[in-house]
């Protein structure tokens, strides 16, 4: 399929559903209409409170806010996840000890951990920085530890006999090998550092666009909802149009067809 | 039929060596047992045997990648412990760091040692280039074939200027015909400045055509070195060519008929293996 027709396609999708959407919203089928407005709203009246957040500009300040926490999540978690990863699979003995810690911290499911954060934290930005840092650092920890642990001996024995020490084995060897498993980590770490962000303001905050959704659902406002769900969407997407911008400048040594590793 | 002279004198000695492994159930599963191998200074030589004989293992032992459990290892007649600094190491496997370019792999060996990082460019540029890959310096090894990685490998080894020259089975992933052309640029490289060379491989003919010596030994557990030839062919050779030579097919009928029956061995023994678990 040429990309021209690929994208038609993928156009032709979107205006079927919401063709479908508005006409079952809208225009009655025997008698009754099927999709009731007050639950689901209806495409027109989405799109005009998404035309008003961007005209009167009220969204910037929420999505610049949700921006800020995502951002701070992803890079406090993934320095973090990078550091201890290193540190864990450099010493096995500490990543024996902590084991058990780890896989308890890491099954715990993090939305109980928000009202905890709120408590310490406060209602602003932190406590949402902090529940991403909880999701963006076990995958980024456990990516990197698998990467240093998984170094191929080969690899390595020709380092030290090219005449390597320990620390240039470090900075040549088992670093760039950690960052690359890190950075096929990378659309998954930077999508949970939104969802922590997201999650958070719902659960307590006065900005961002957790917050707007949570705000026009407790008005019963379903339009308001679908359109900070749409935001929310295009948002994702821009960020992960920018990651992959990244990642294939930064893998440019990977063979194209890499196994999924994420 | 040992190649004598001084250990004191020769780039590699072992002397006696033994290589053990702990393996499953505690039990101690033994490589290599008292190989005694001399390698002069300038000098090819060769190890064939069969499969899992042990002939890597030797090699590492050289390298001081192991440790023998028994017996002396010399290099220059210093006893090696530790890695042997004065030894470059060209792999079976892949071993270039996938992540620096072609340039940068060769470069790496003169980088870590304190060269400048221009200074070191330009020298990894020129051994590229003698390696026939001169164009392909900004080329990361999964854009390379198996036969350029080889030589990627090759400049970044030799860059360092090592003296002794480690290969294990270094072409015997490629295929015949690139193996041949490999040959003849390692024999091209080496008749420059003669390292001391020790060439691991399952190849005889191969080993015949790169050698001046060729060391046979004996299918494993506890390997021992069975025999020693000296190779009489006039050097510089052409590896295509020198296959067509009559002494090079005595020589190879005489070493074989030693070889054949360690290698029937190899075979029943895993076999035998393969019956048991």
């Not at chain 1, 027709?5 to 008698?31: D, K």
């Not at chain 1, 911008?245 to 893998?251: F, G, I, P, S, T």
């Not at chain 2, 006696?16 to 490589?31: L, M």
Request: proline share 4%; charged share 15%; hydrophobic share 55%.
């Amino acid at each position: 399929m040429t990309r021209p027709v690929l994208l038609l396609c993928q156009v032709l999708v979107a205006v079927v559903v919401i063709g479908l959407w508005h006409l079952l919203t809208t225009v009655p089928v025997f008698g009754r209409i099927l999709l009731p407005p007050f639950f689901f709203s209806n495409p027109w009246d989405v799109g005009s409170q998404i035309y008003s957040w961007f005209a009167s500009g009220i969204i910037w300040k929420h999505l610049g806010i949700t921006l800020l926490e995502s951002v701070l999540a992803f890079v406090i978690g993934s320095t973090l996840g990078v550091l201890i990863g290193f540190w864990f699979a450099r010493q096995p003995r500490l990543a024996a000890i902590f084991d058990p810690y780890v896989k308890m911290a890491n099954a715990l499911p993090r939305v109980v951990l928000a009202p905890i954060f709120a408590l310490w934290l406060g209602l602003g930005i932190w406590s949402k920085v902090a529940l991403g840092v909880t999701l963006v650092f076990f995958i980024v920890f456990f990516n990197v530890y698998q990467g240093v642990k998984e170094v191929s001996p080969t690899v390595l024995a020709n380092g030290r006999m090219l005449g390597m020490s320990e620390r240039q084995l470090m900075r040549h060897v088992f670093w760039p090998s950690a960052l690359s498993w890190m950075f096929s980590s990378l659309h998954t770490a930077v999508g949970f550092a939104v969802v922590g962000a997201v999650v958070g303001e719902y659960l307590g905050s006065a900005a961002g666009l957790g917050y707007v959704i949570q705000q026009a659902e407790g008005t019963f406002d379903v339009a308001g909802v679908f359109a900070g769900m749409f935001v929310l969407s295009a948002f994702v997407i821009a960020i992960d149009i920018l990651v992959t911008m990244v990642e294939k400048r930064l893998l440019v040594w990977k063979p194209v067809a890499s196994e999924g590793r994420s | 039929m040992q190649a004598g002279g001084a250990a004191a004198s020769m780039a590699v000695a072992l002397d006696d060596a033994t290589v053990a492994f702990g393996i499953a159930d505690n039990r101690i599963y033994t490589a290599v047992e008292k190989a005694t191998l001399r390698v002069a200074d300038g000098e090819f030589v060769a190890i064939v045997g069969p499969t899992g004989c042990g002939k890597s293992t030797l090699l590492n032992v050289a390298a001081g990648l192991l440790a023998p459990a028994s017996g002396a290892v010399r290099i220059f007649g210093q006893p090696l412990g530790g890695l042997n600094a004065q030894a470059g190491y060209l792999f079976q496997a892949d071993a270039l760091f996938p992540w620096k370019t072609a340039l940068d792999n060769v470069a790496i060996g003169l980088e870590i040692a304190g060269i400048a990082r221009d200074a070191a460019l330009a020298r990894a540029q020129d051994w590229l280039t003698s390696v026939g890959l001169g164009a392909f310096a900004g080329r990361y090894p999964h854009m390379l074939s198996g036969g350029q990685r080889k030589r990627v490998g090759l400049a970044q080894v030799l860059i360092r200027n090592p003296k002794i020259l480690l290969m294990d089975e270094p072409f015997g992933p490629l295929d015949a015909q690139t193996r041949q052309v490999m040959g003849n640029l390692l024999l091209d490289l080496w008749s420059r400045d003669r390292k001391a060379v020790l060439f691991v491989t399952h190849d005889l003919e191969e080993a015949i055509a790169l050698a001046d010596r060729v060391v046979i030994m004996s299918a494993g557990p506890g390997s021992r070195i069975i025999g020693d030839w000296k190779v009489p062919l006039p050097r510089p050779r052409d590896i295509f060519e020198v296959r067509l030579d009559k002494e090079f097919h005595a020589l190879h009928r005489e070493i074989w008929s030693v070889l054949k029956d360690e290698v029937m061995k190899g075979y029943a023994q895993s076999a035998g293996m393969g019956a048991a678990s």
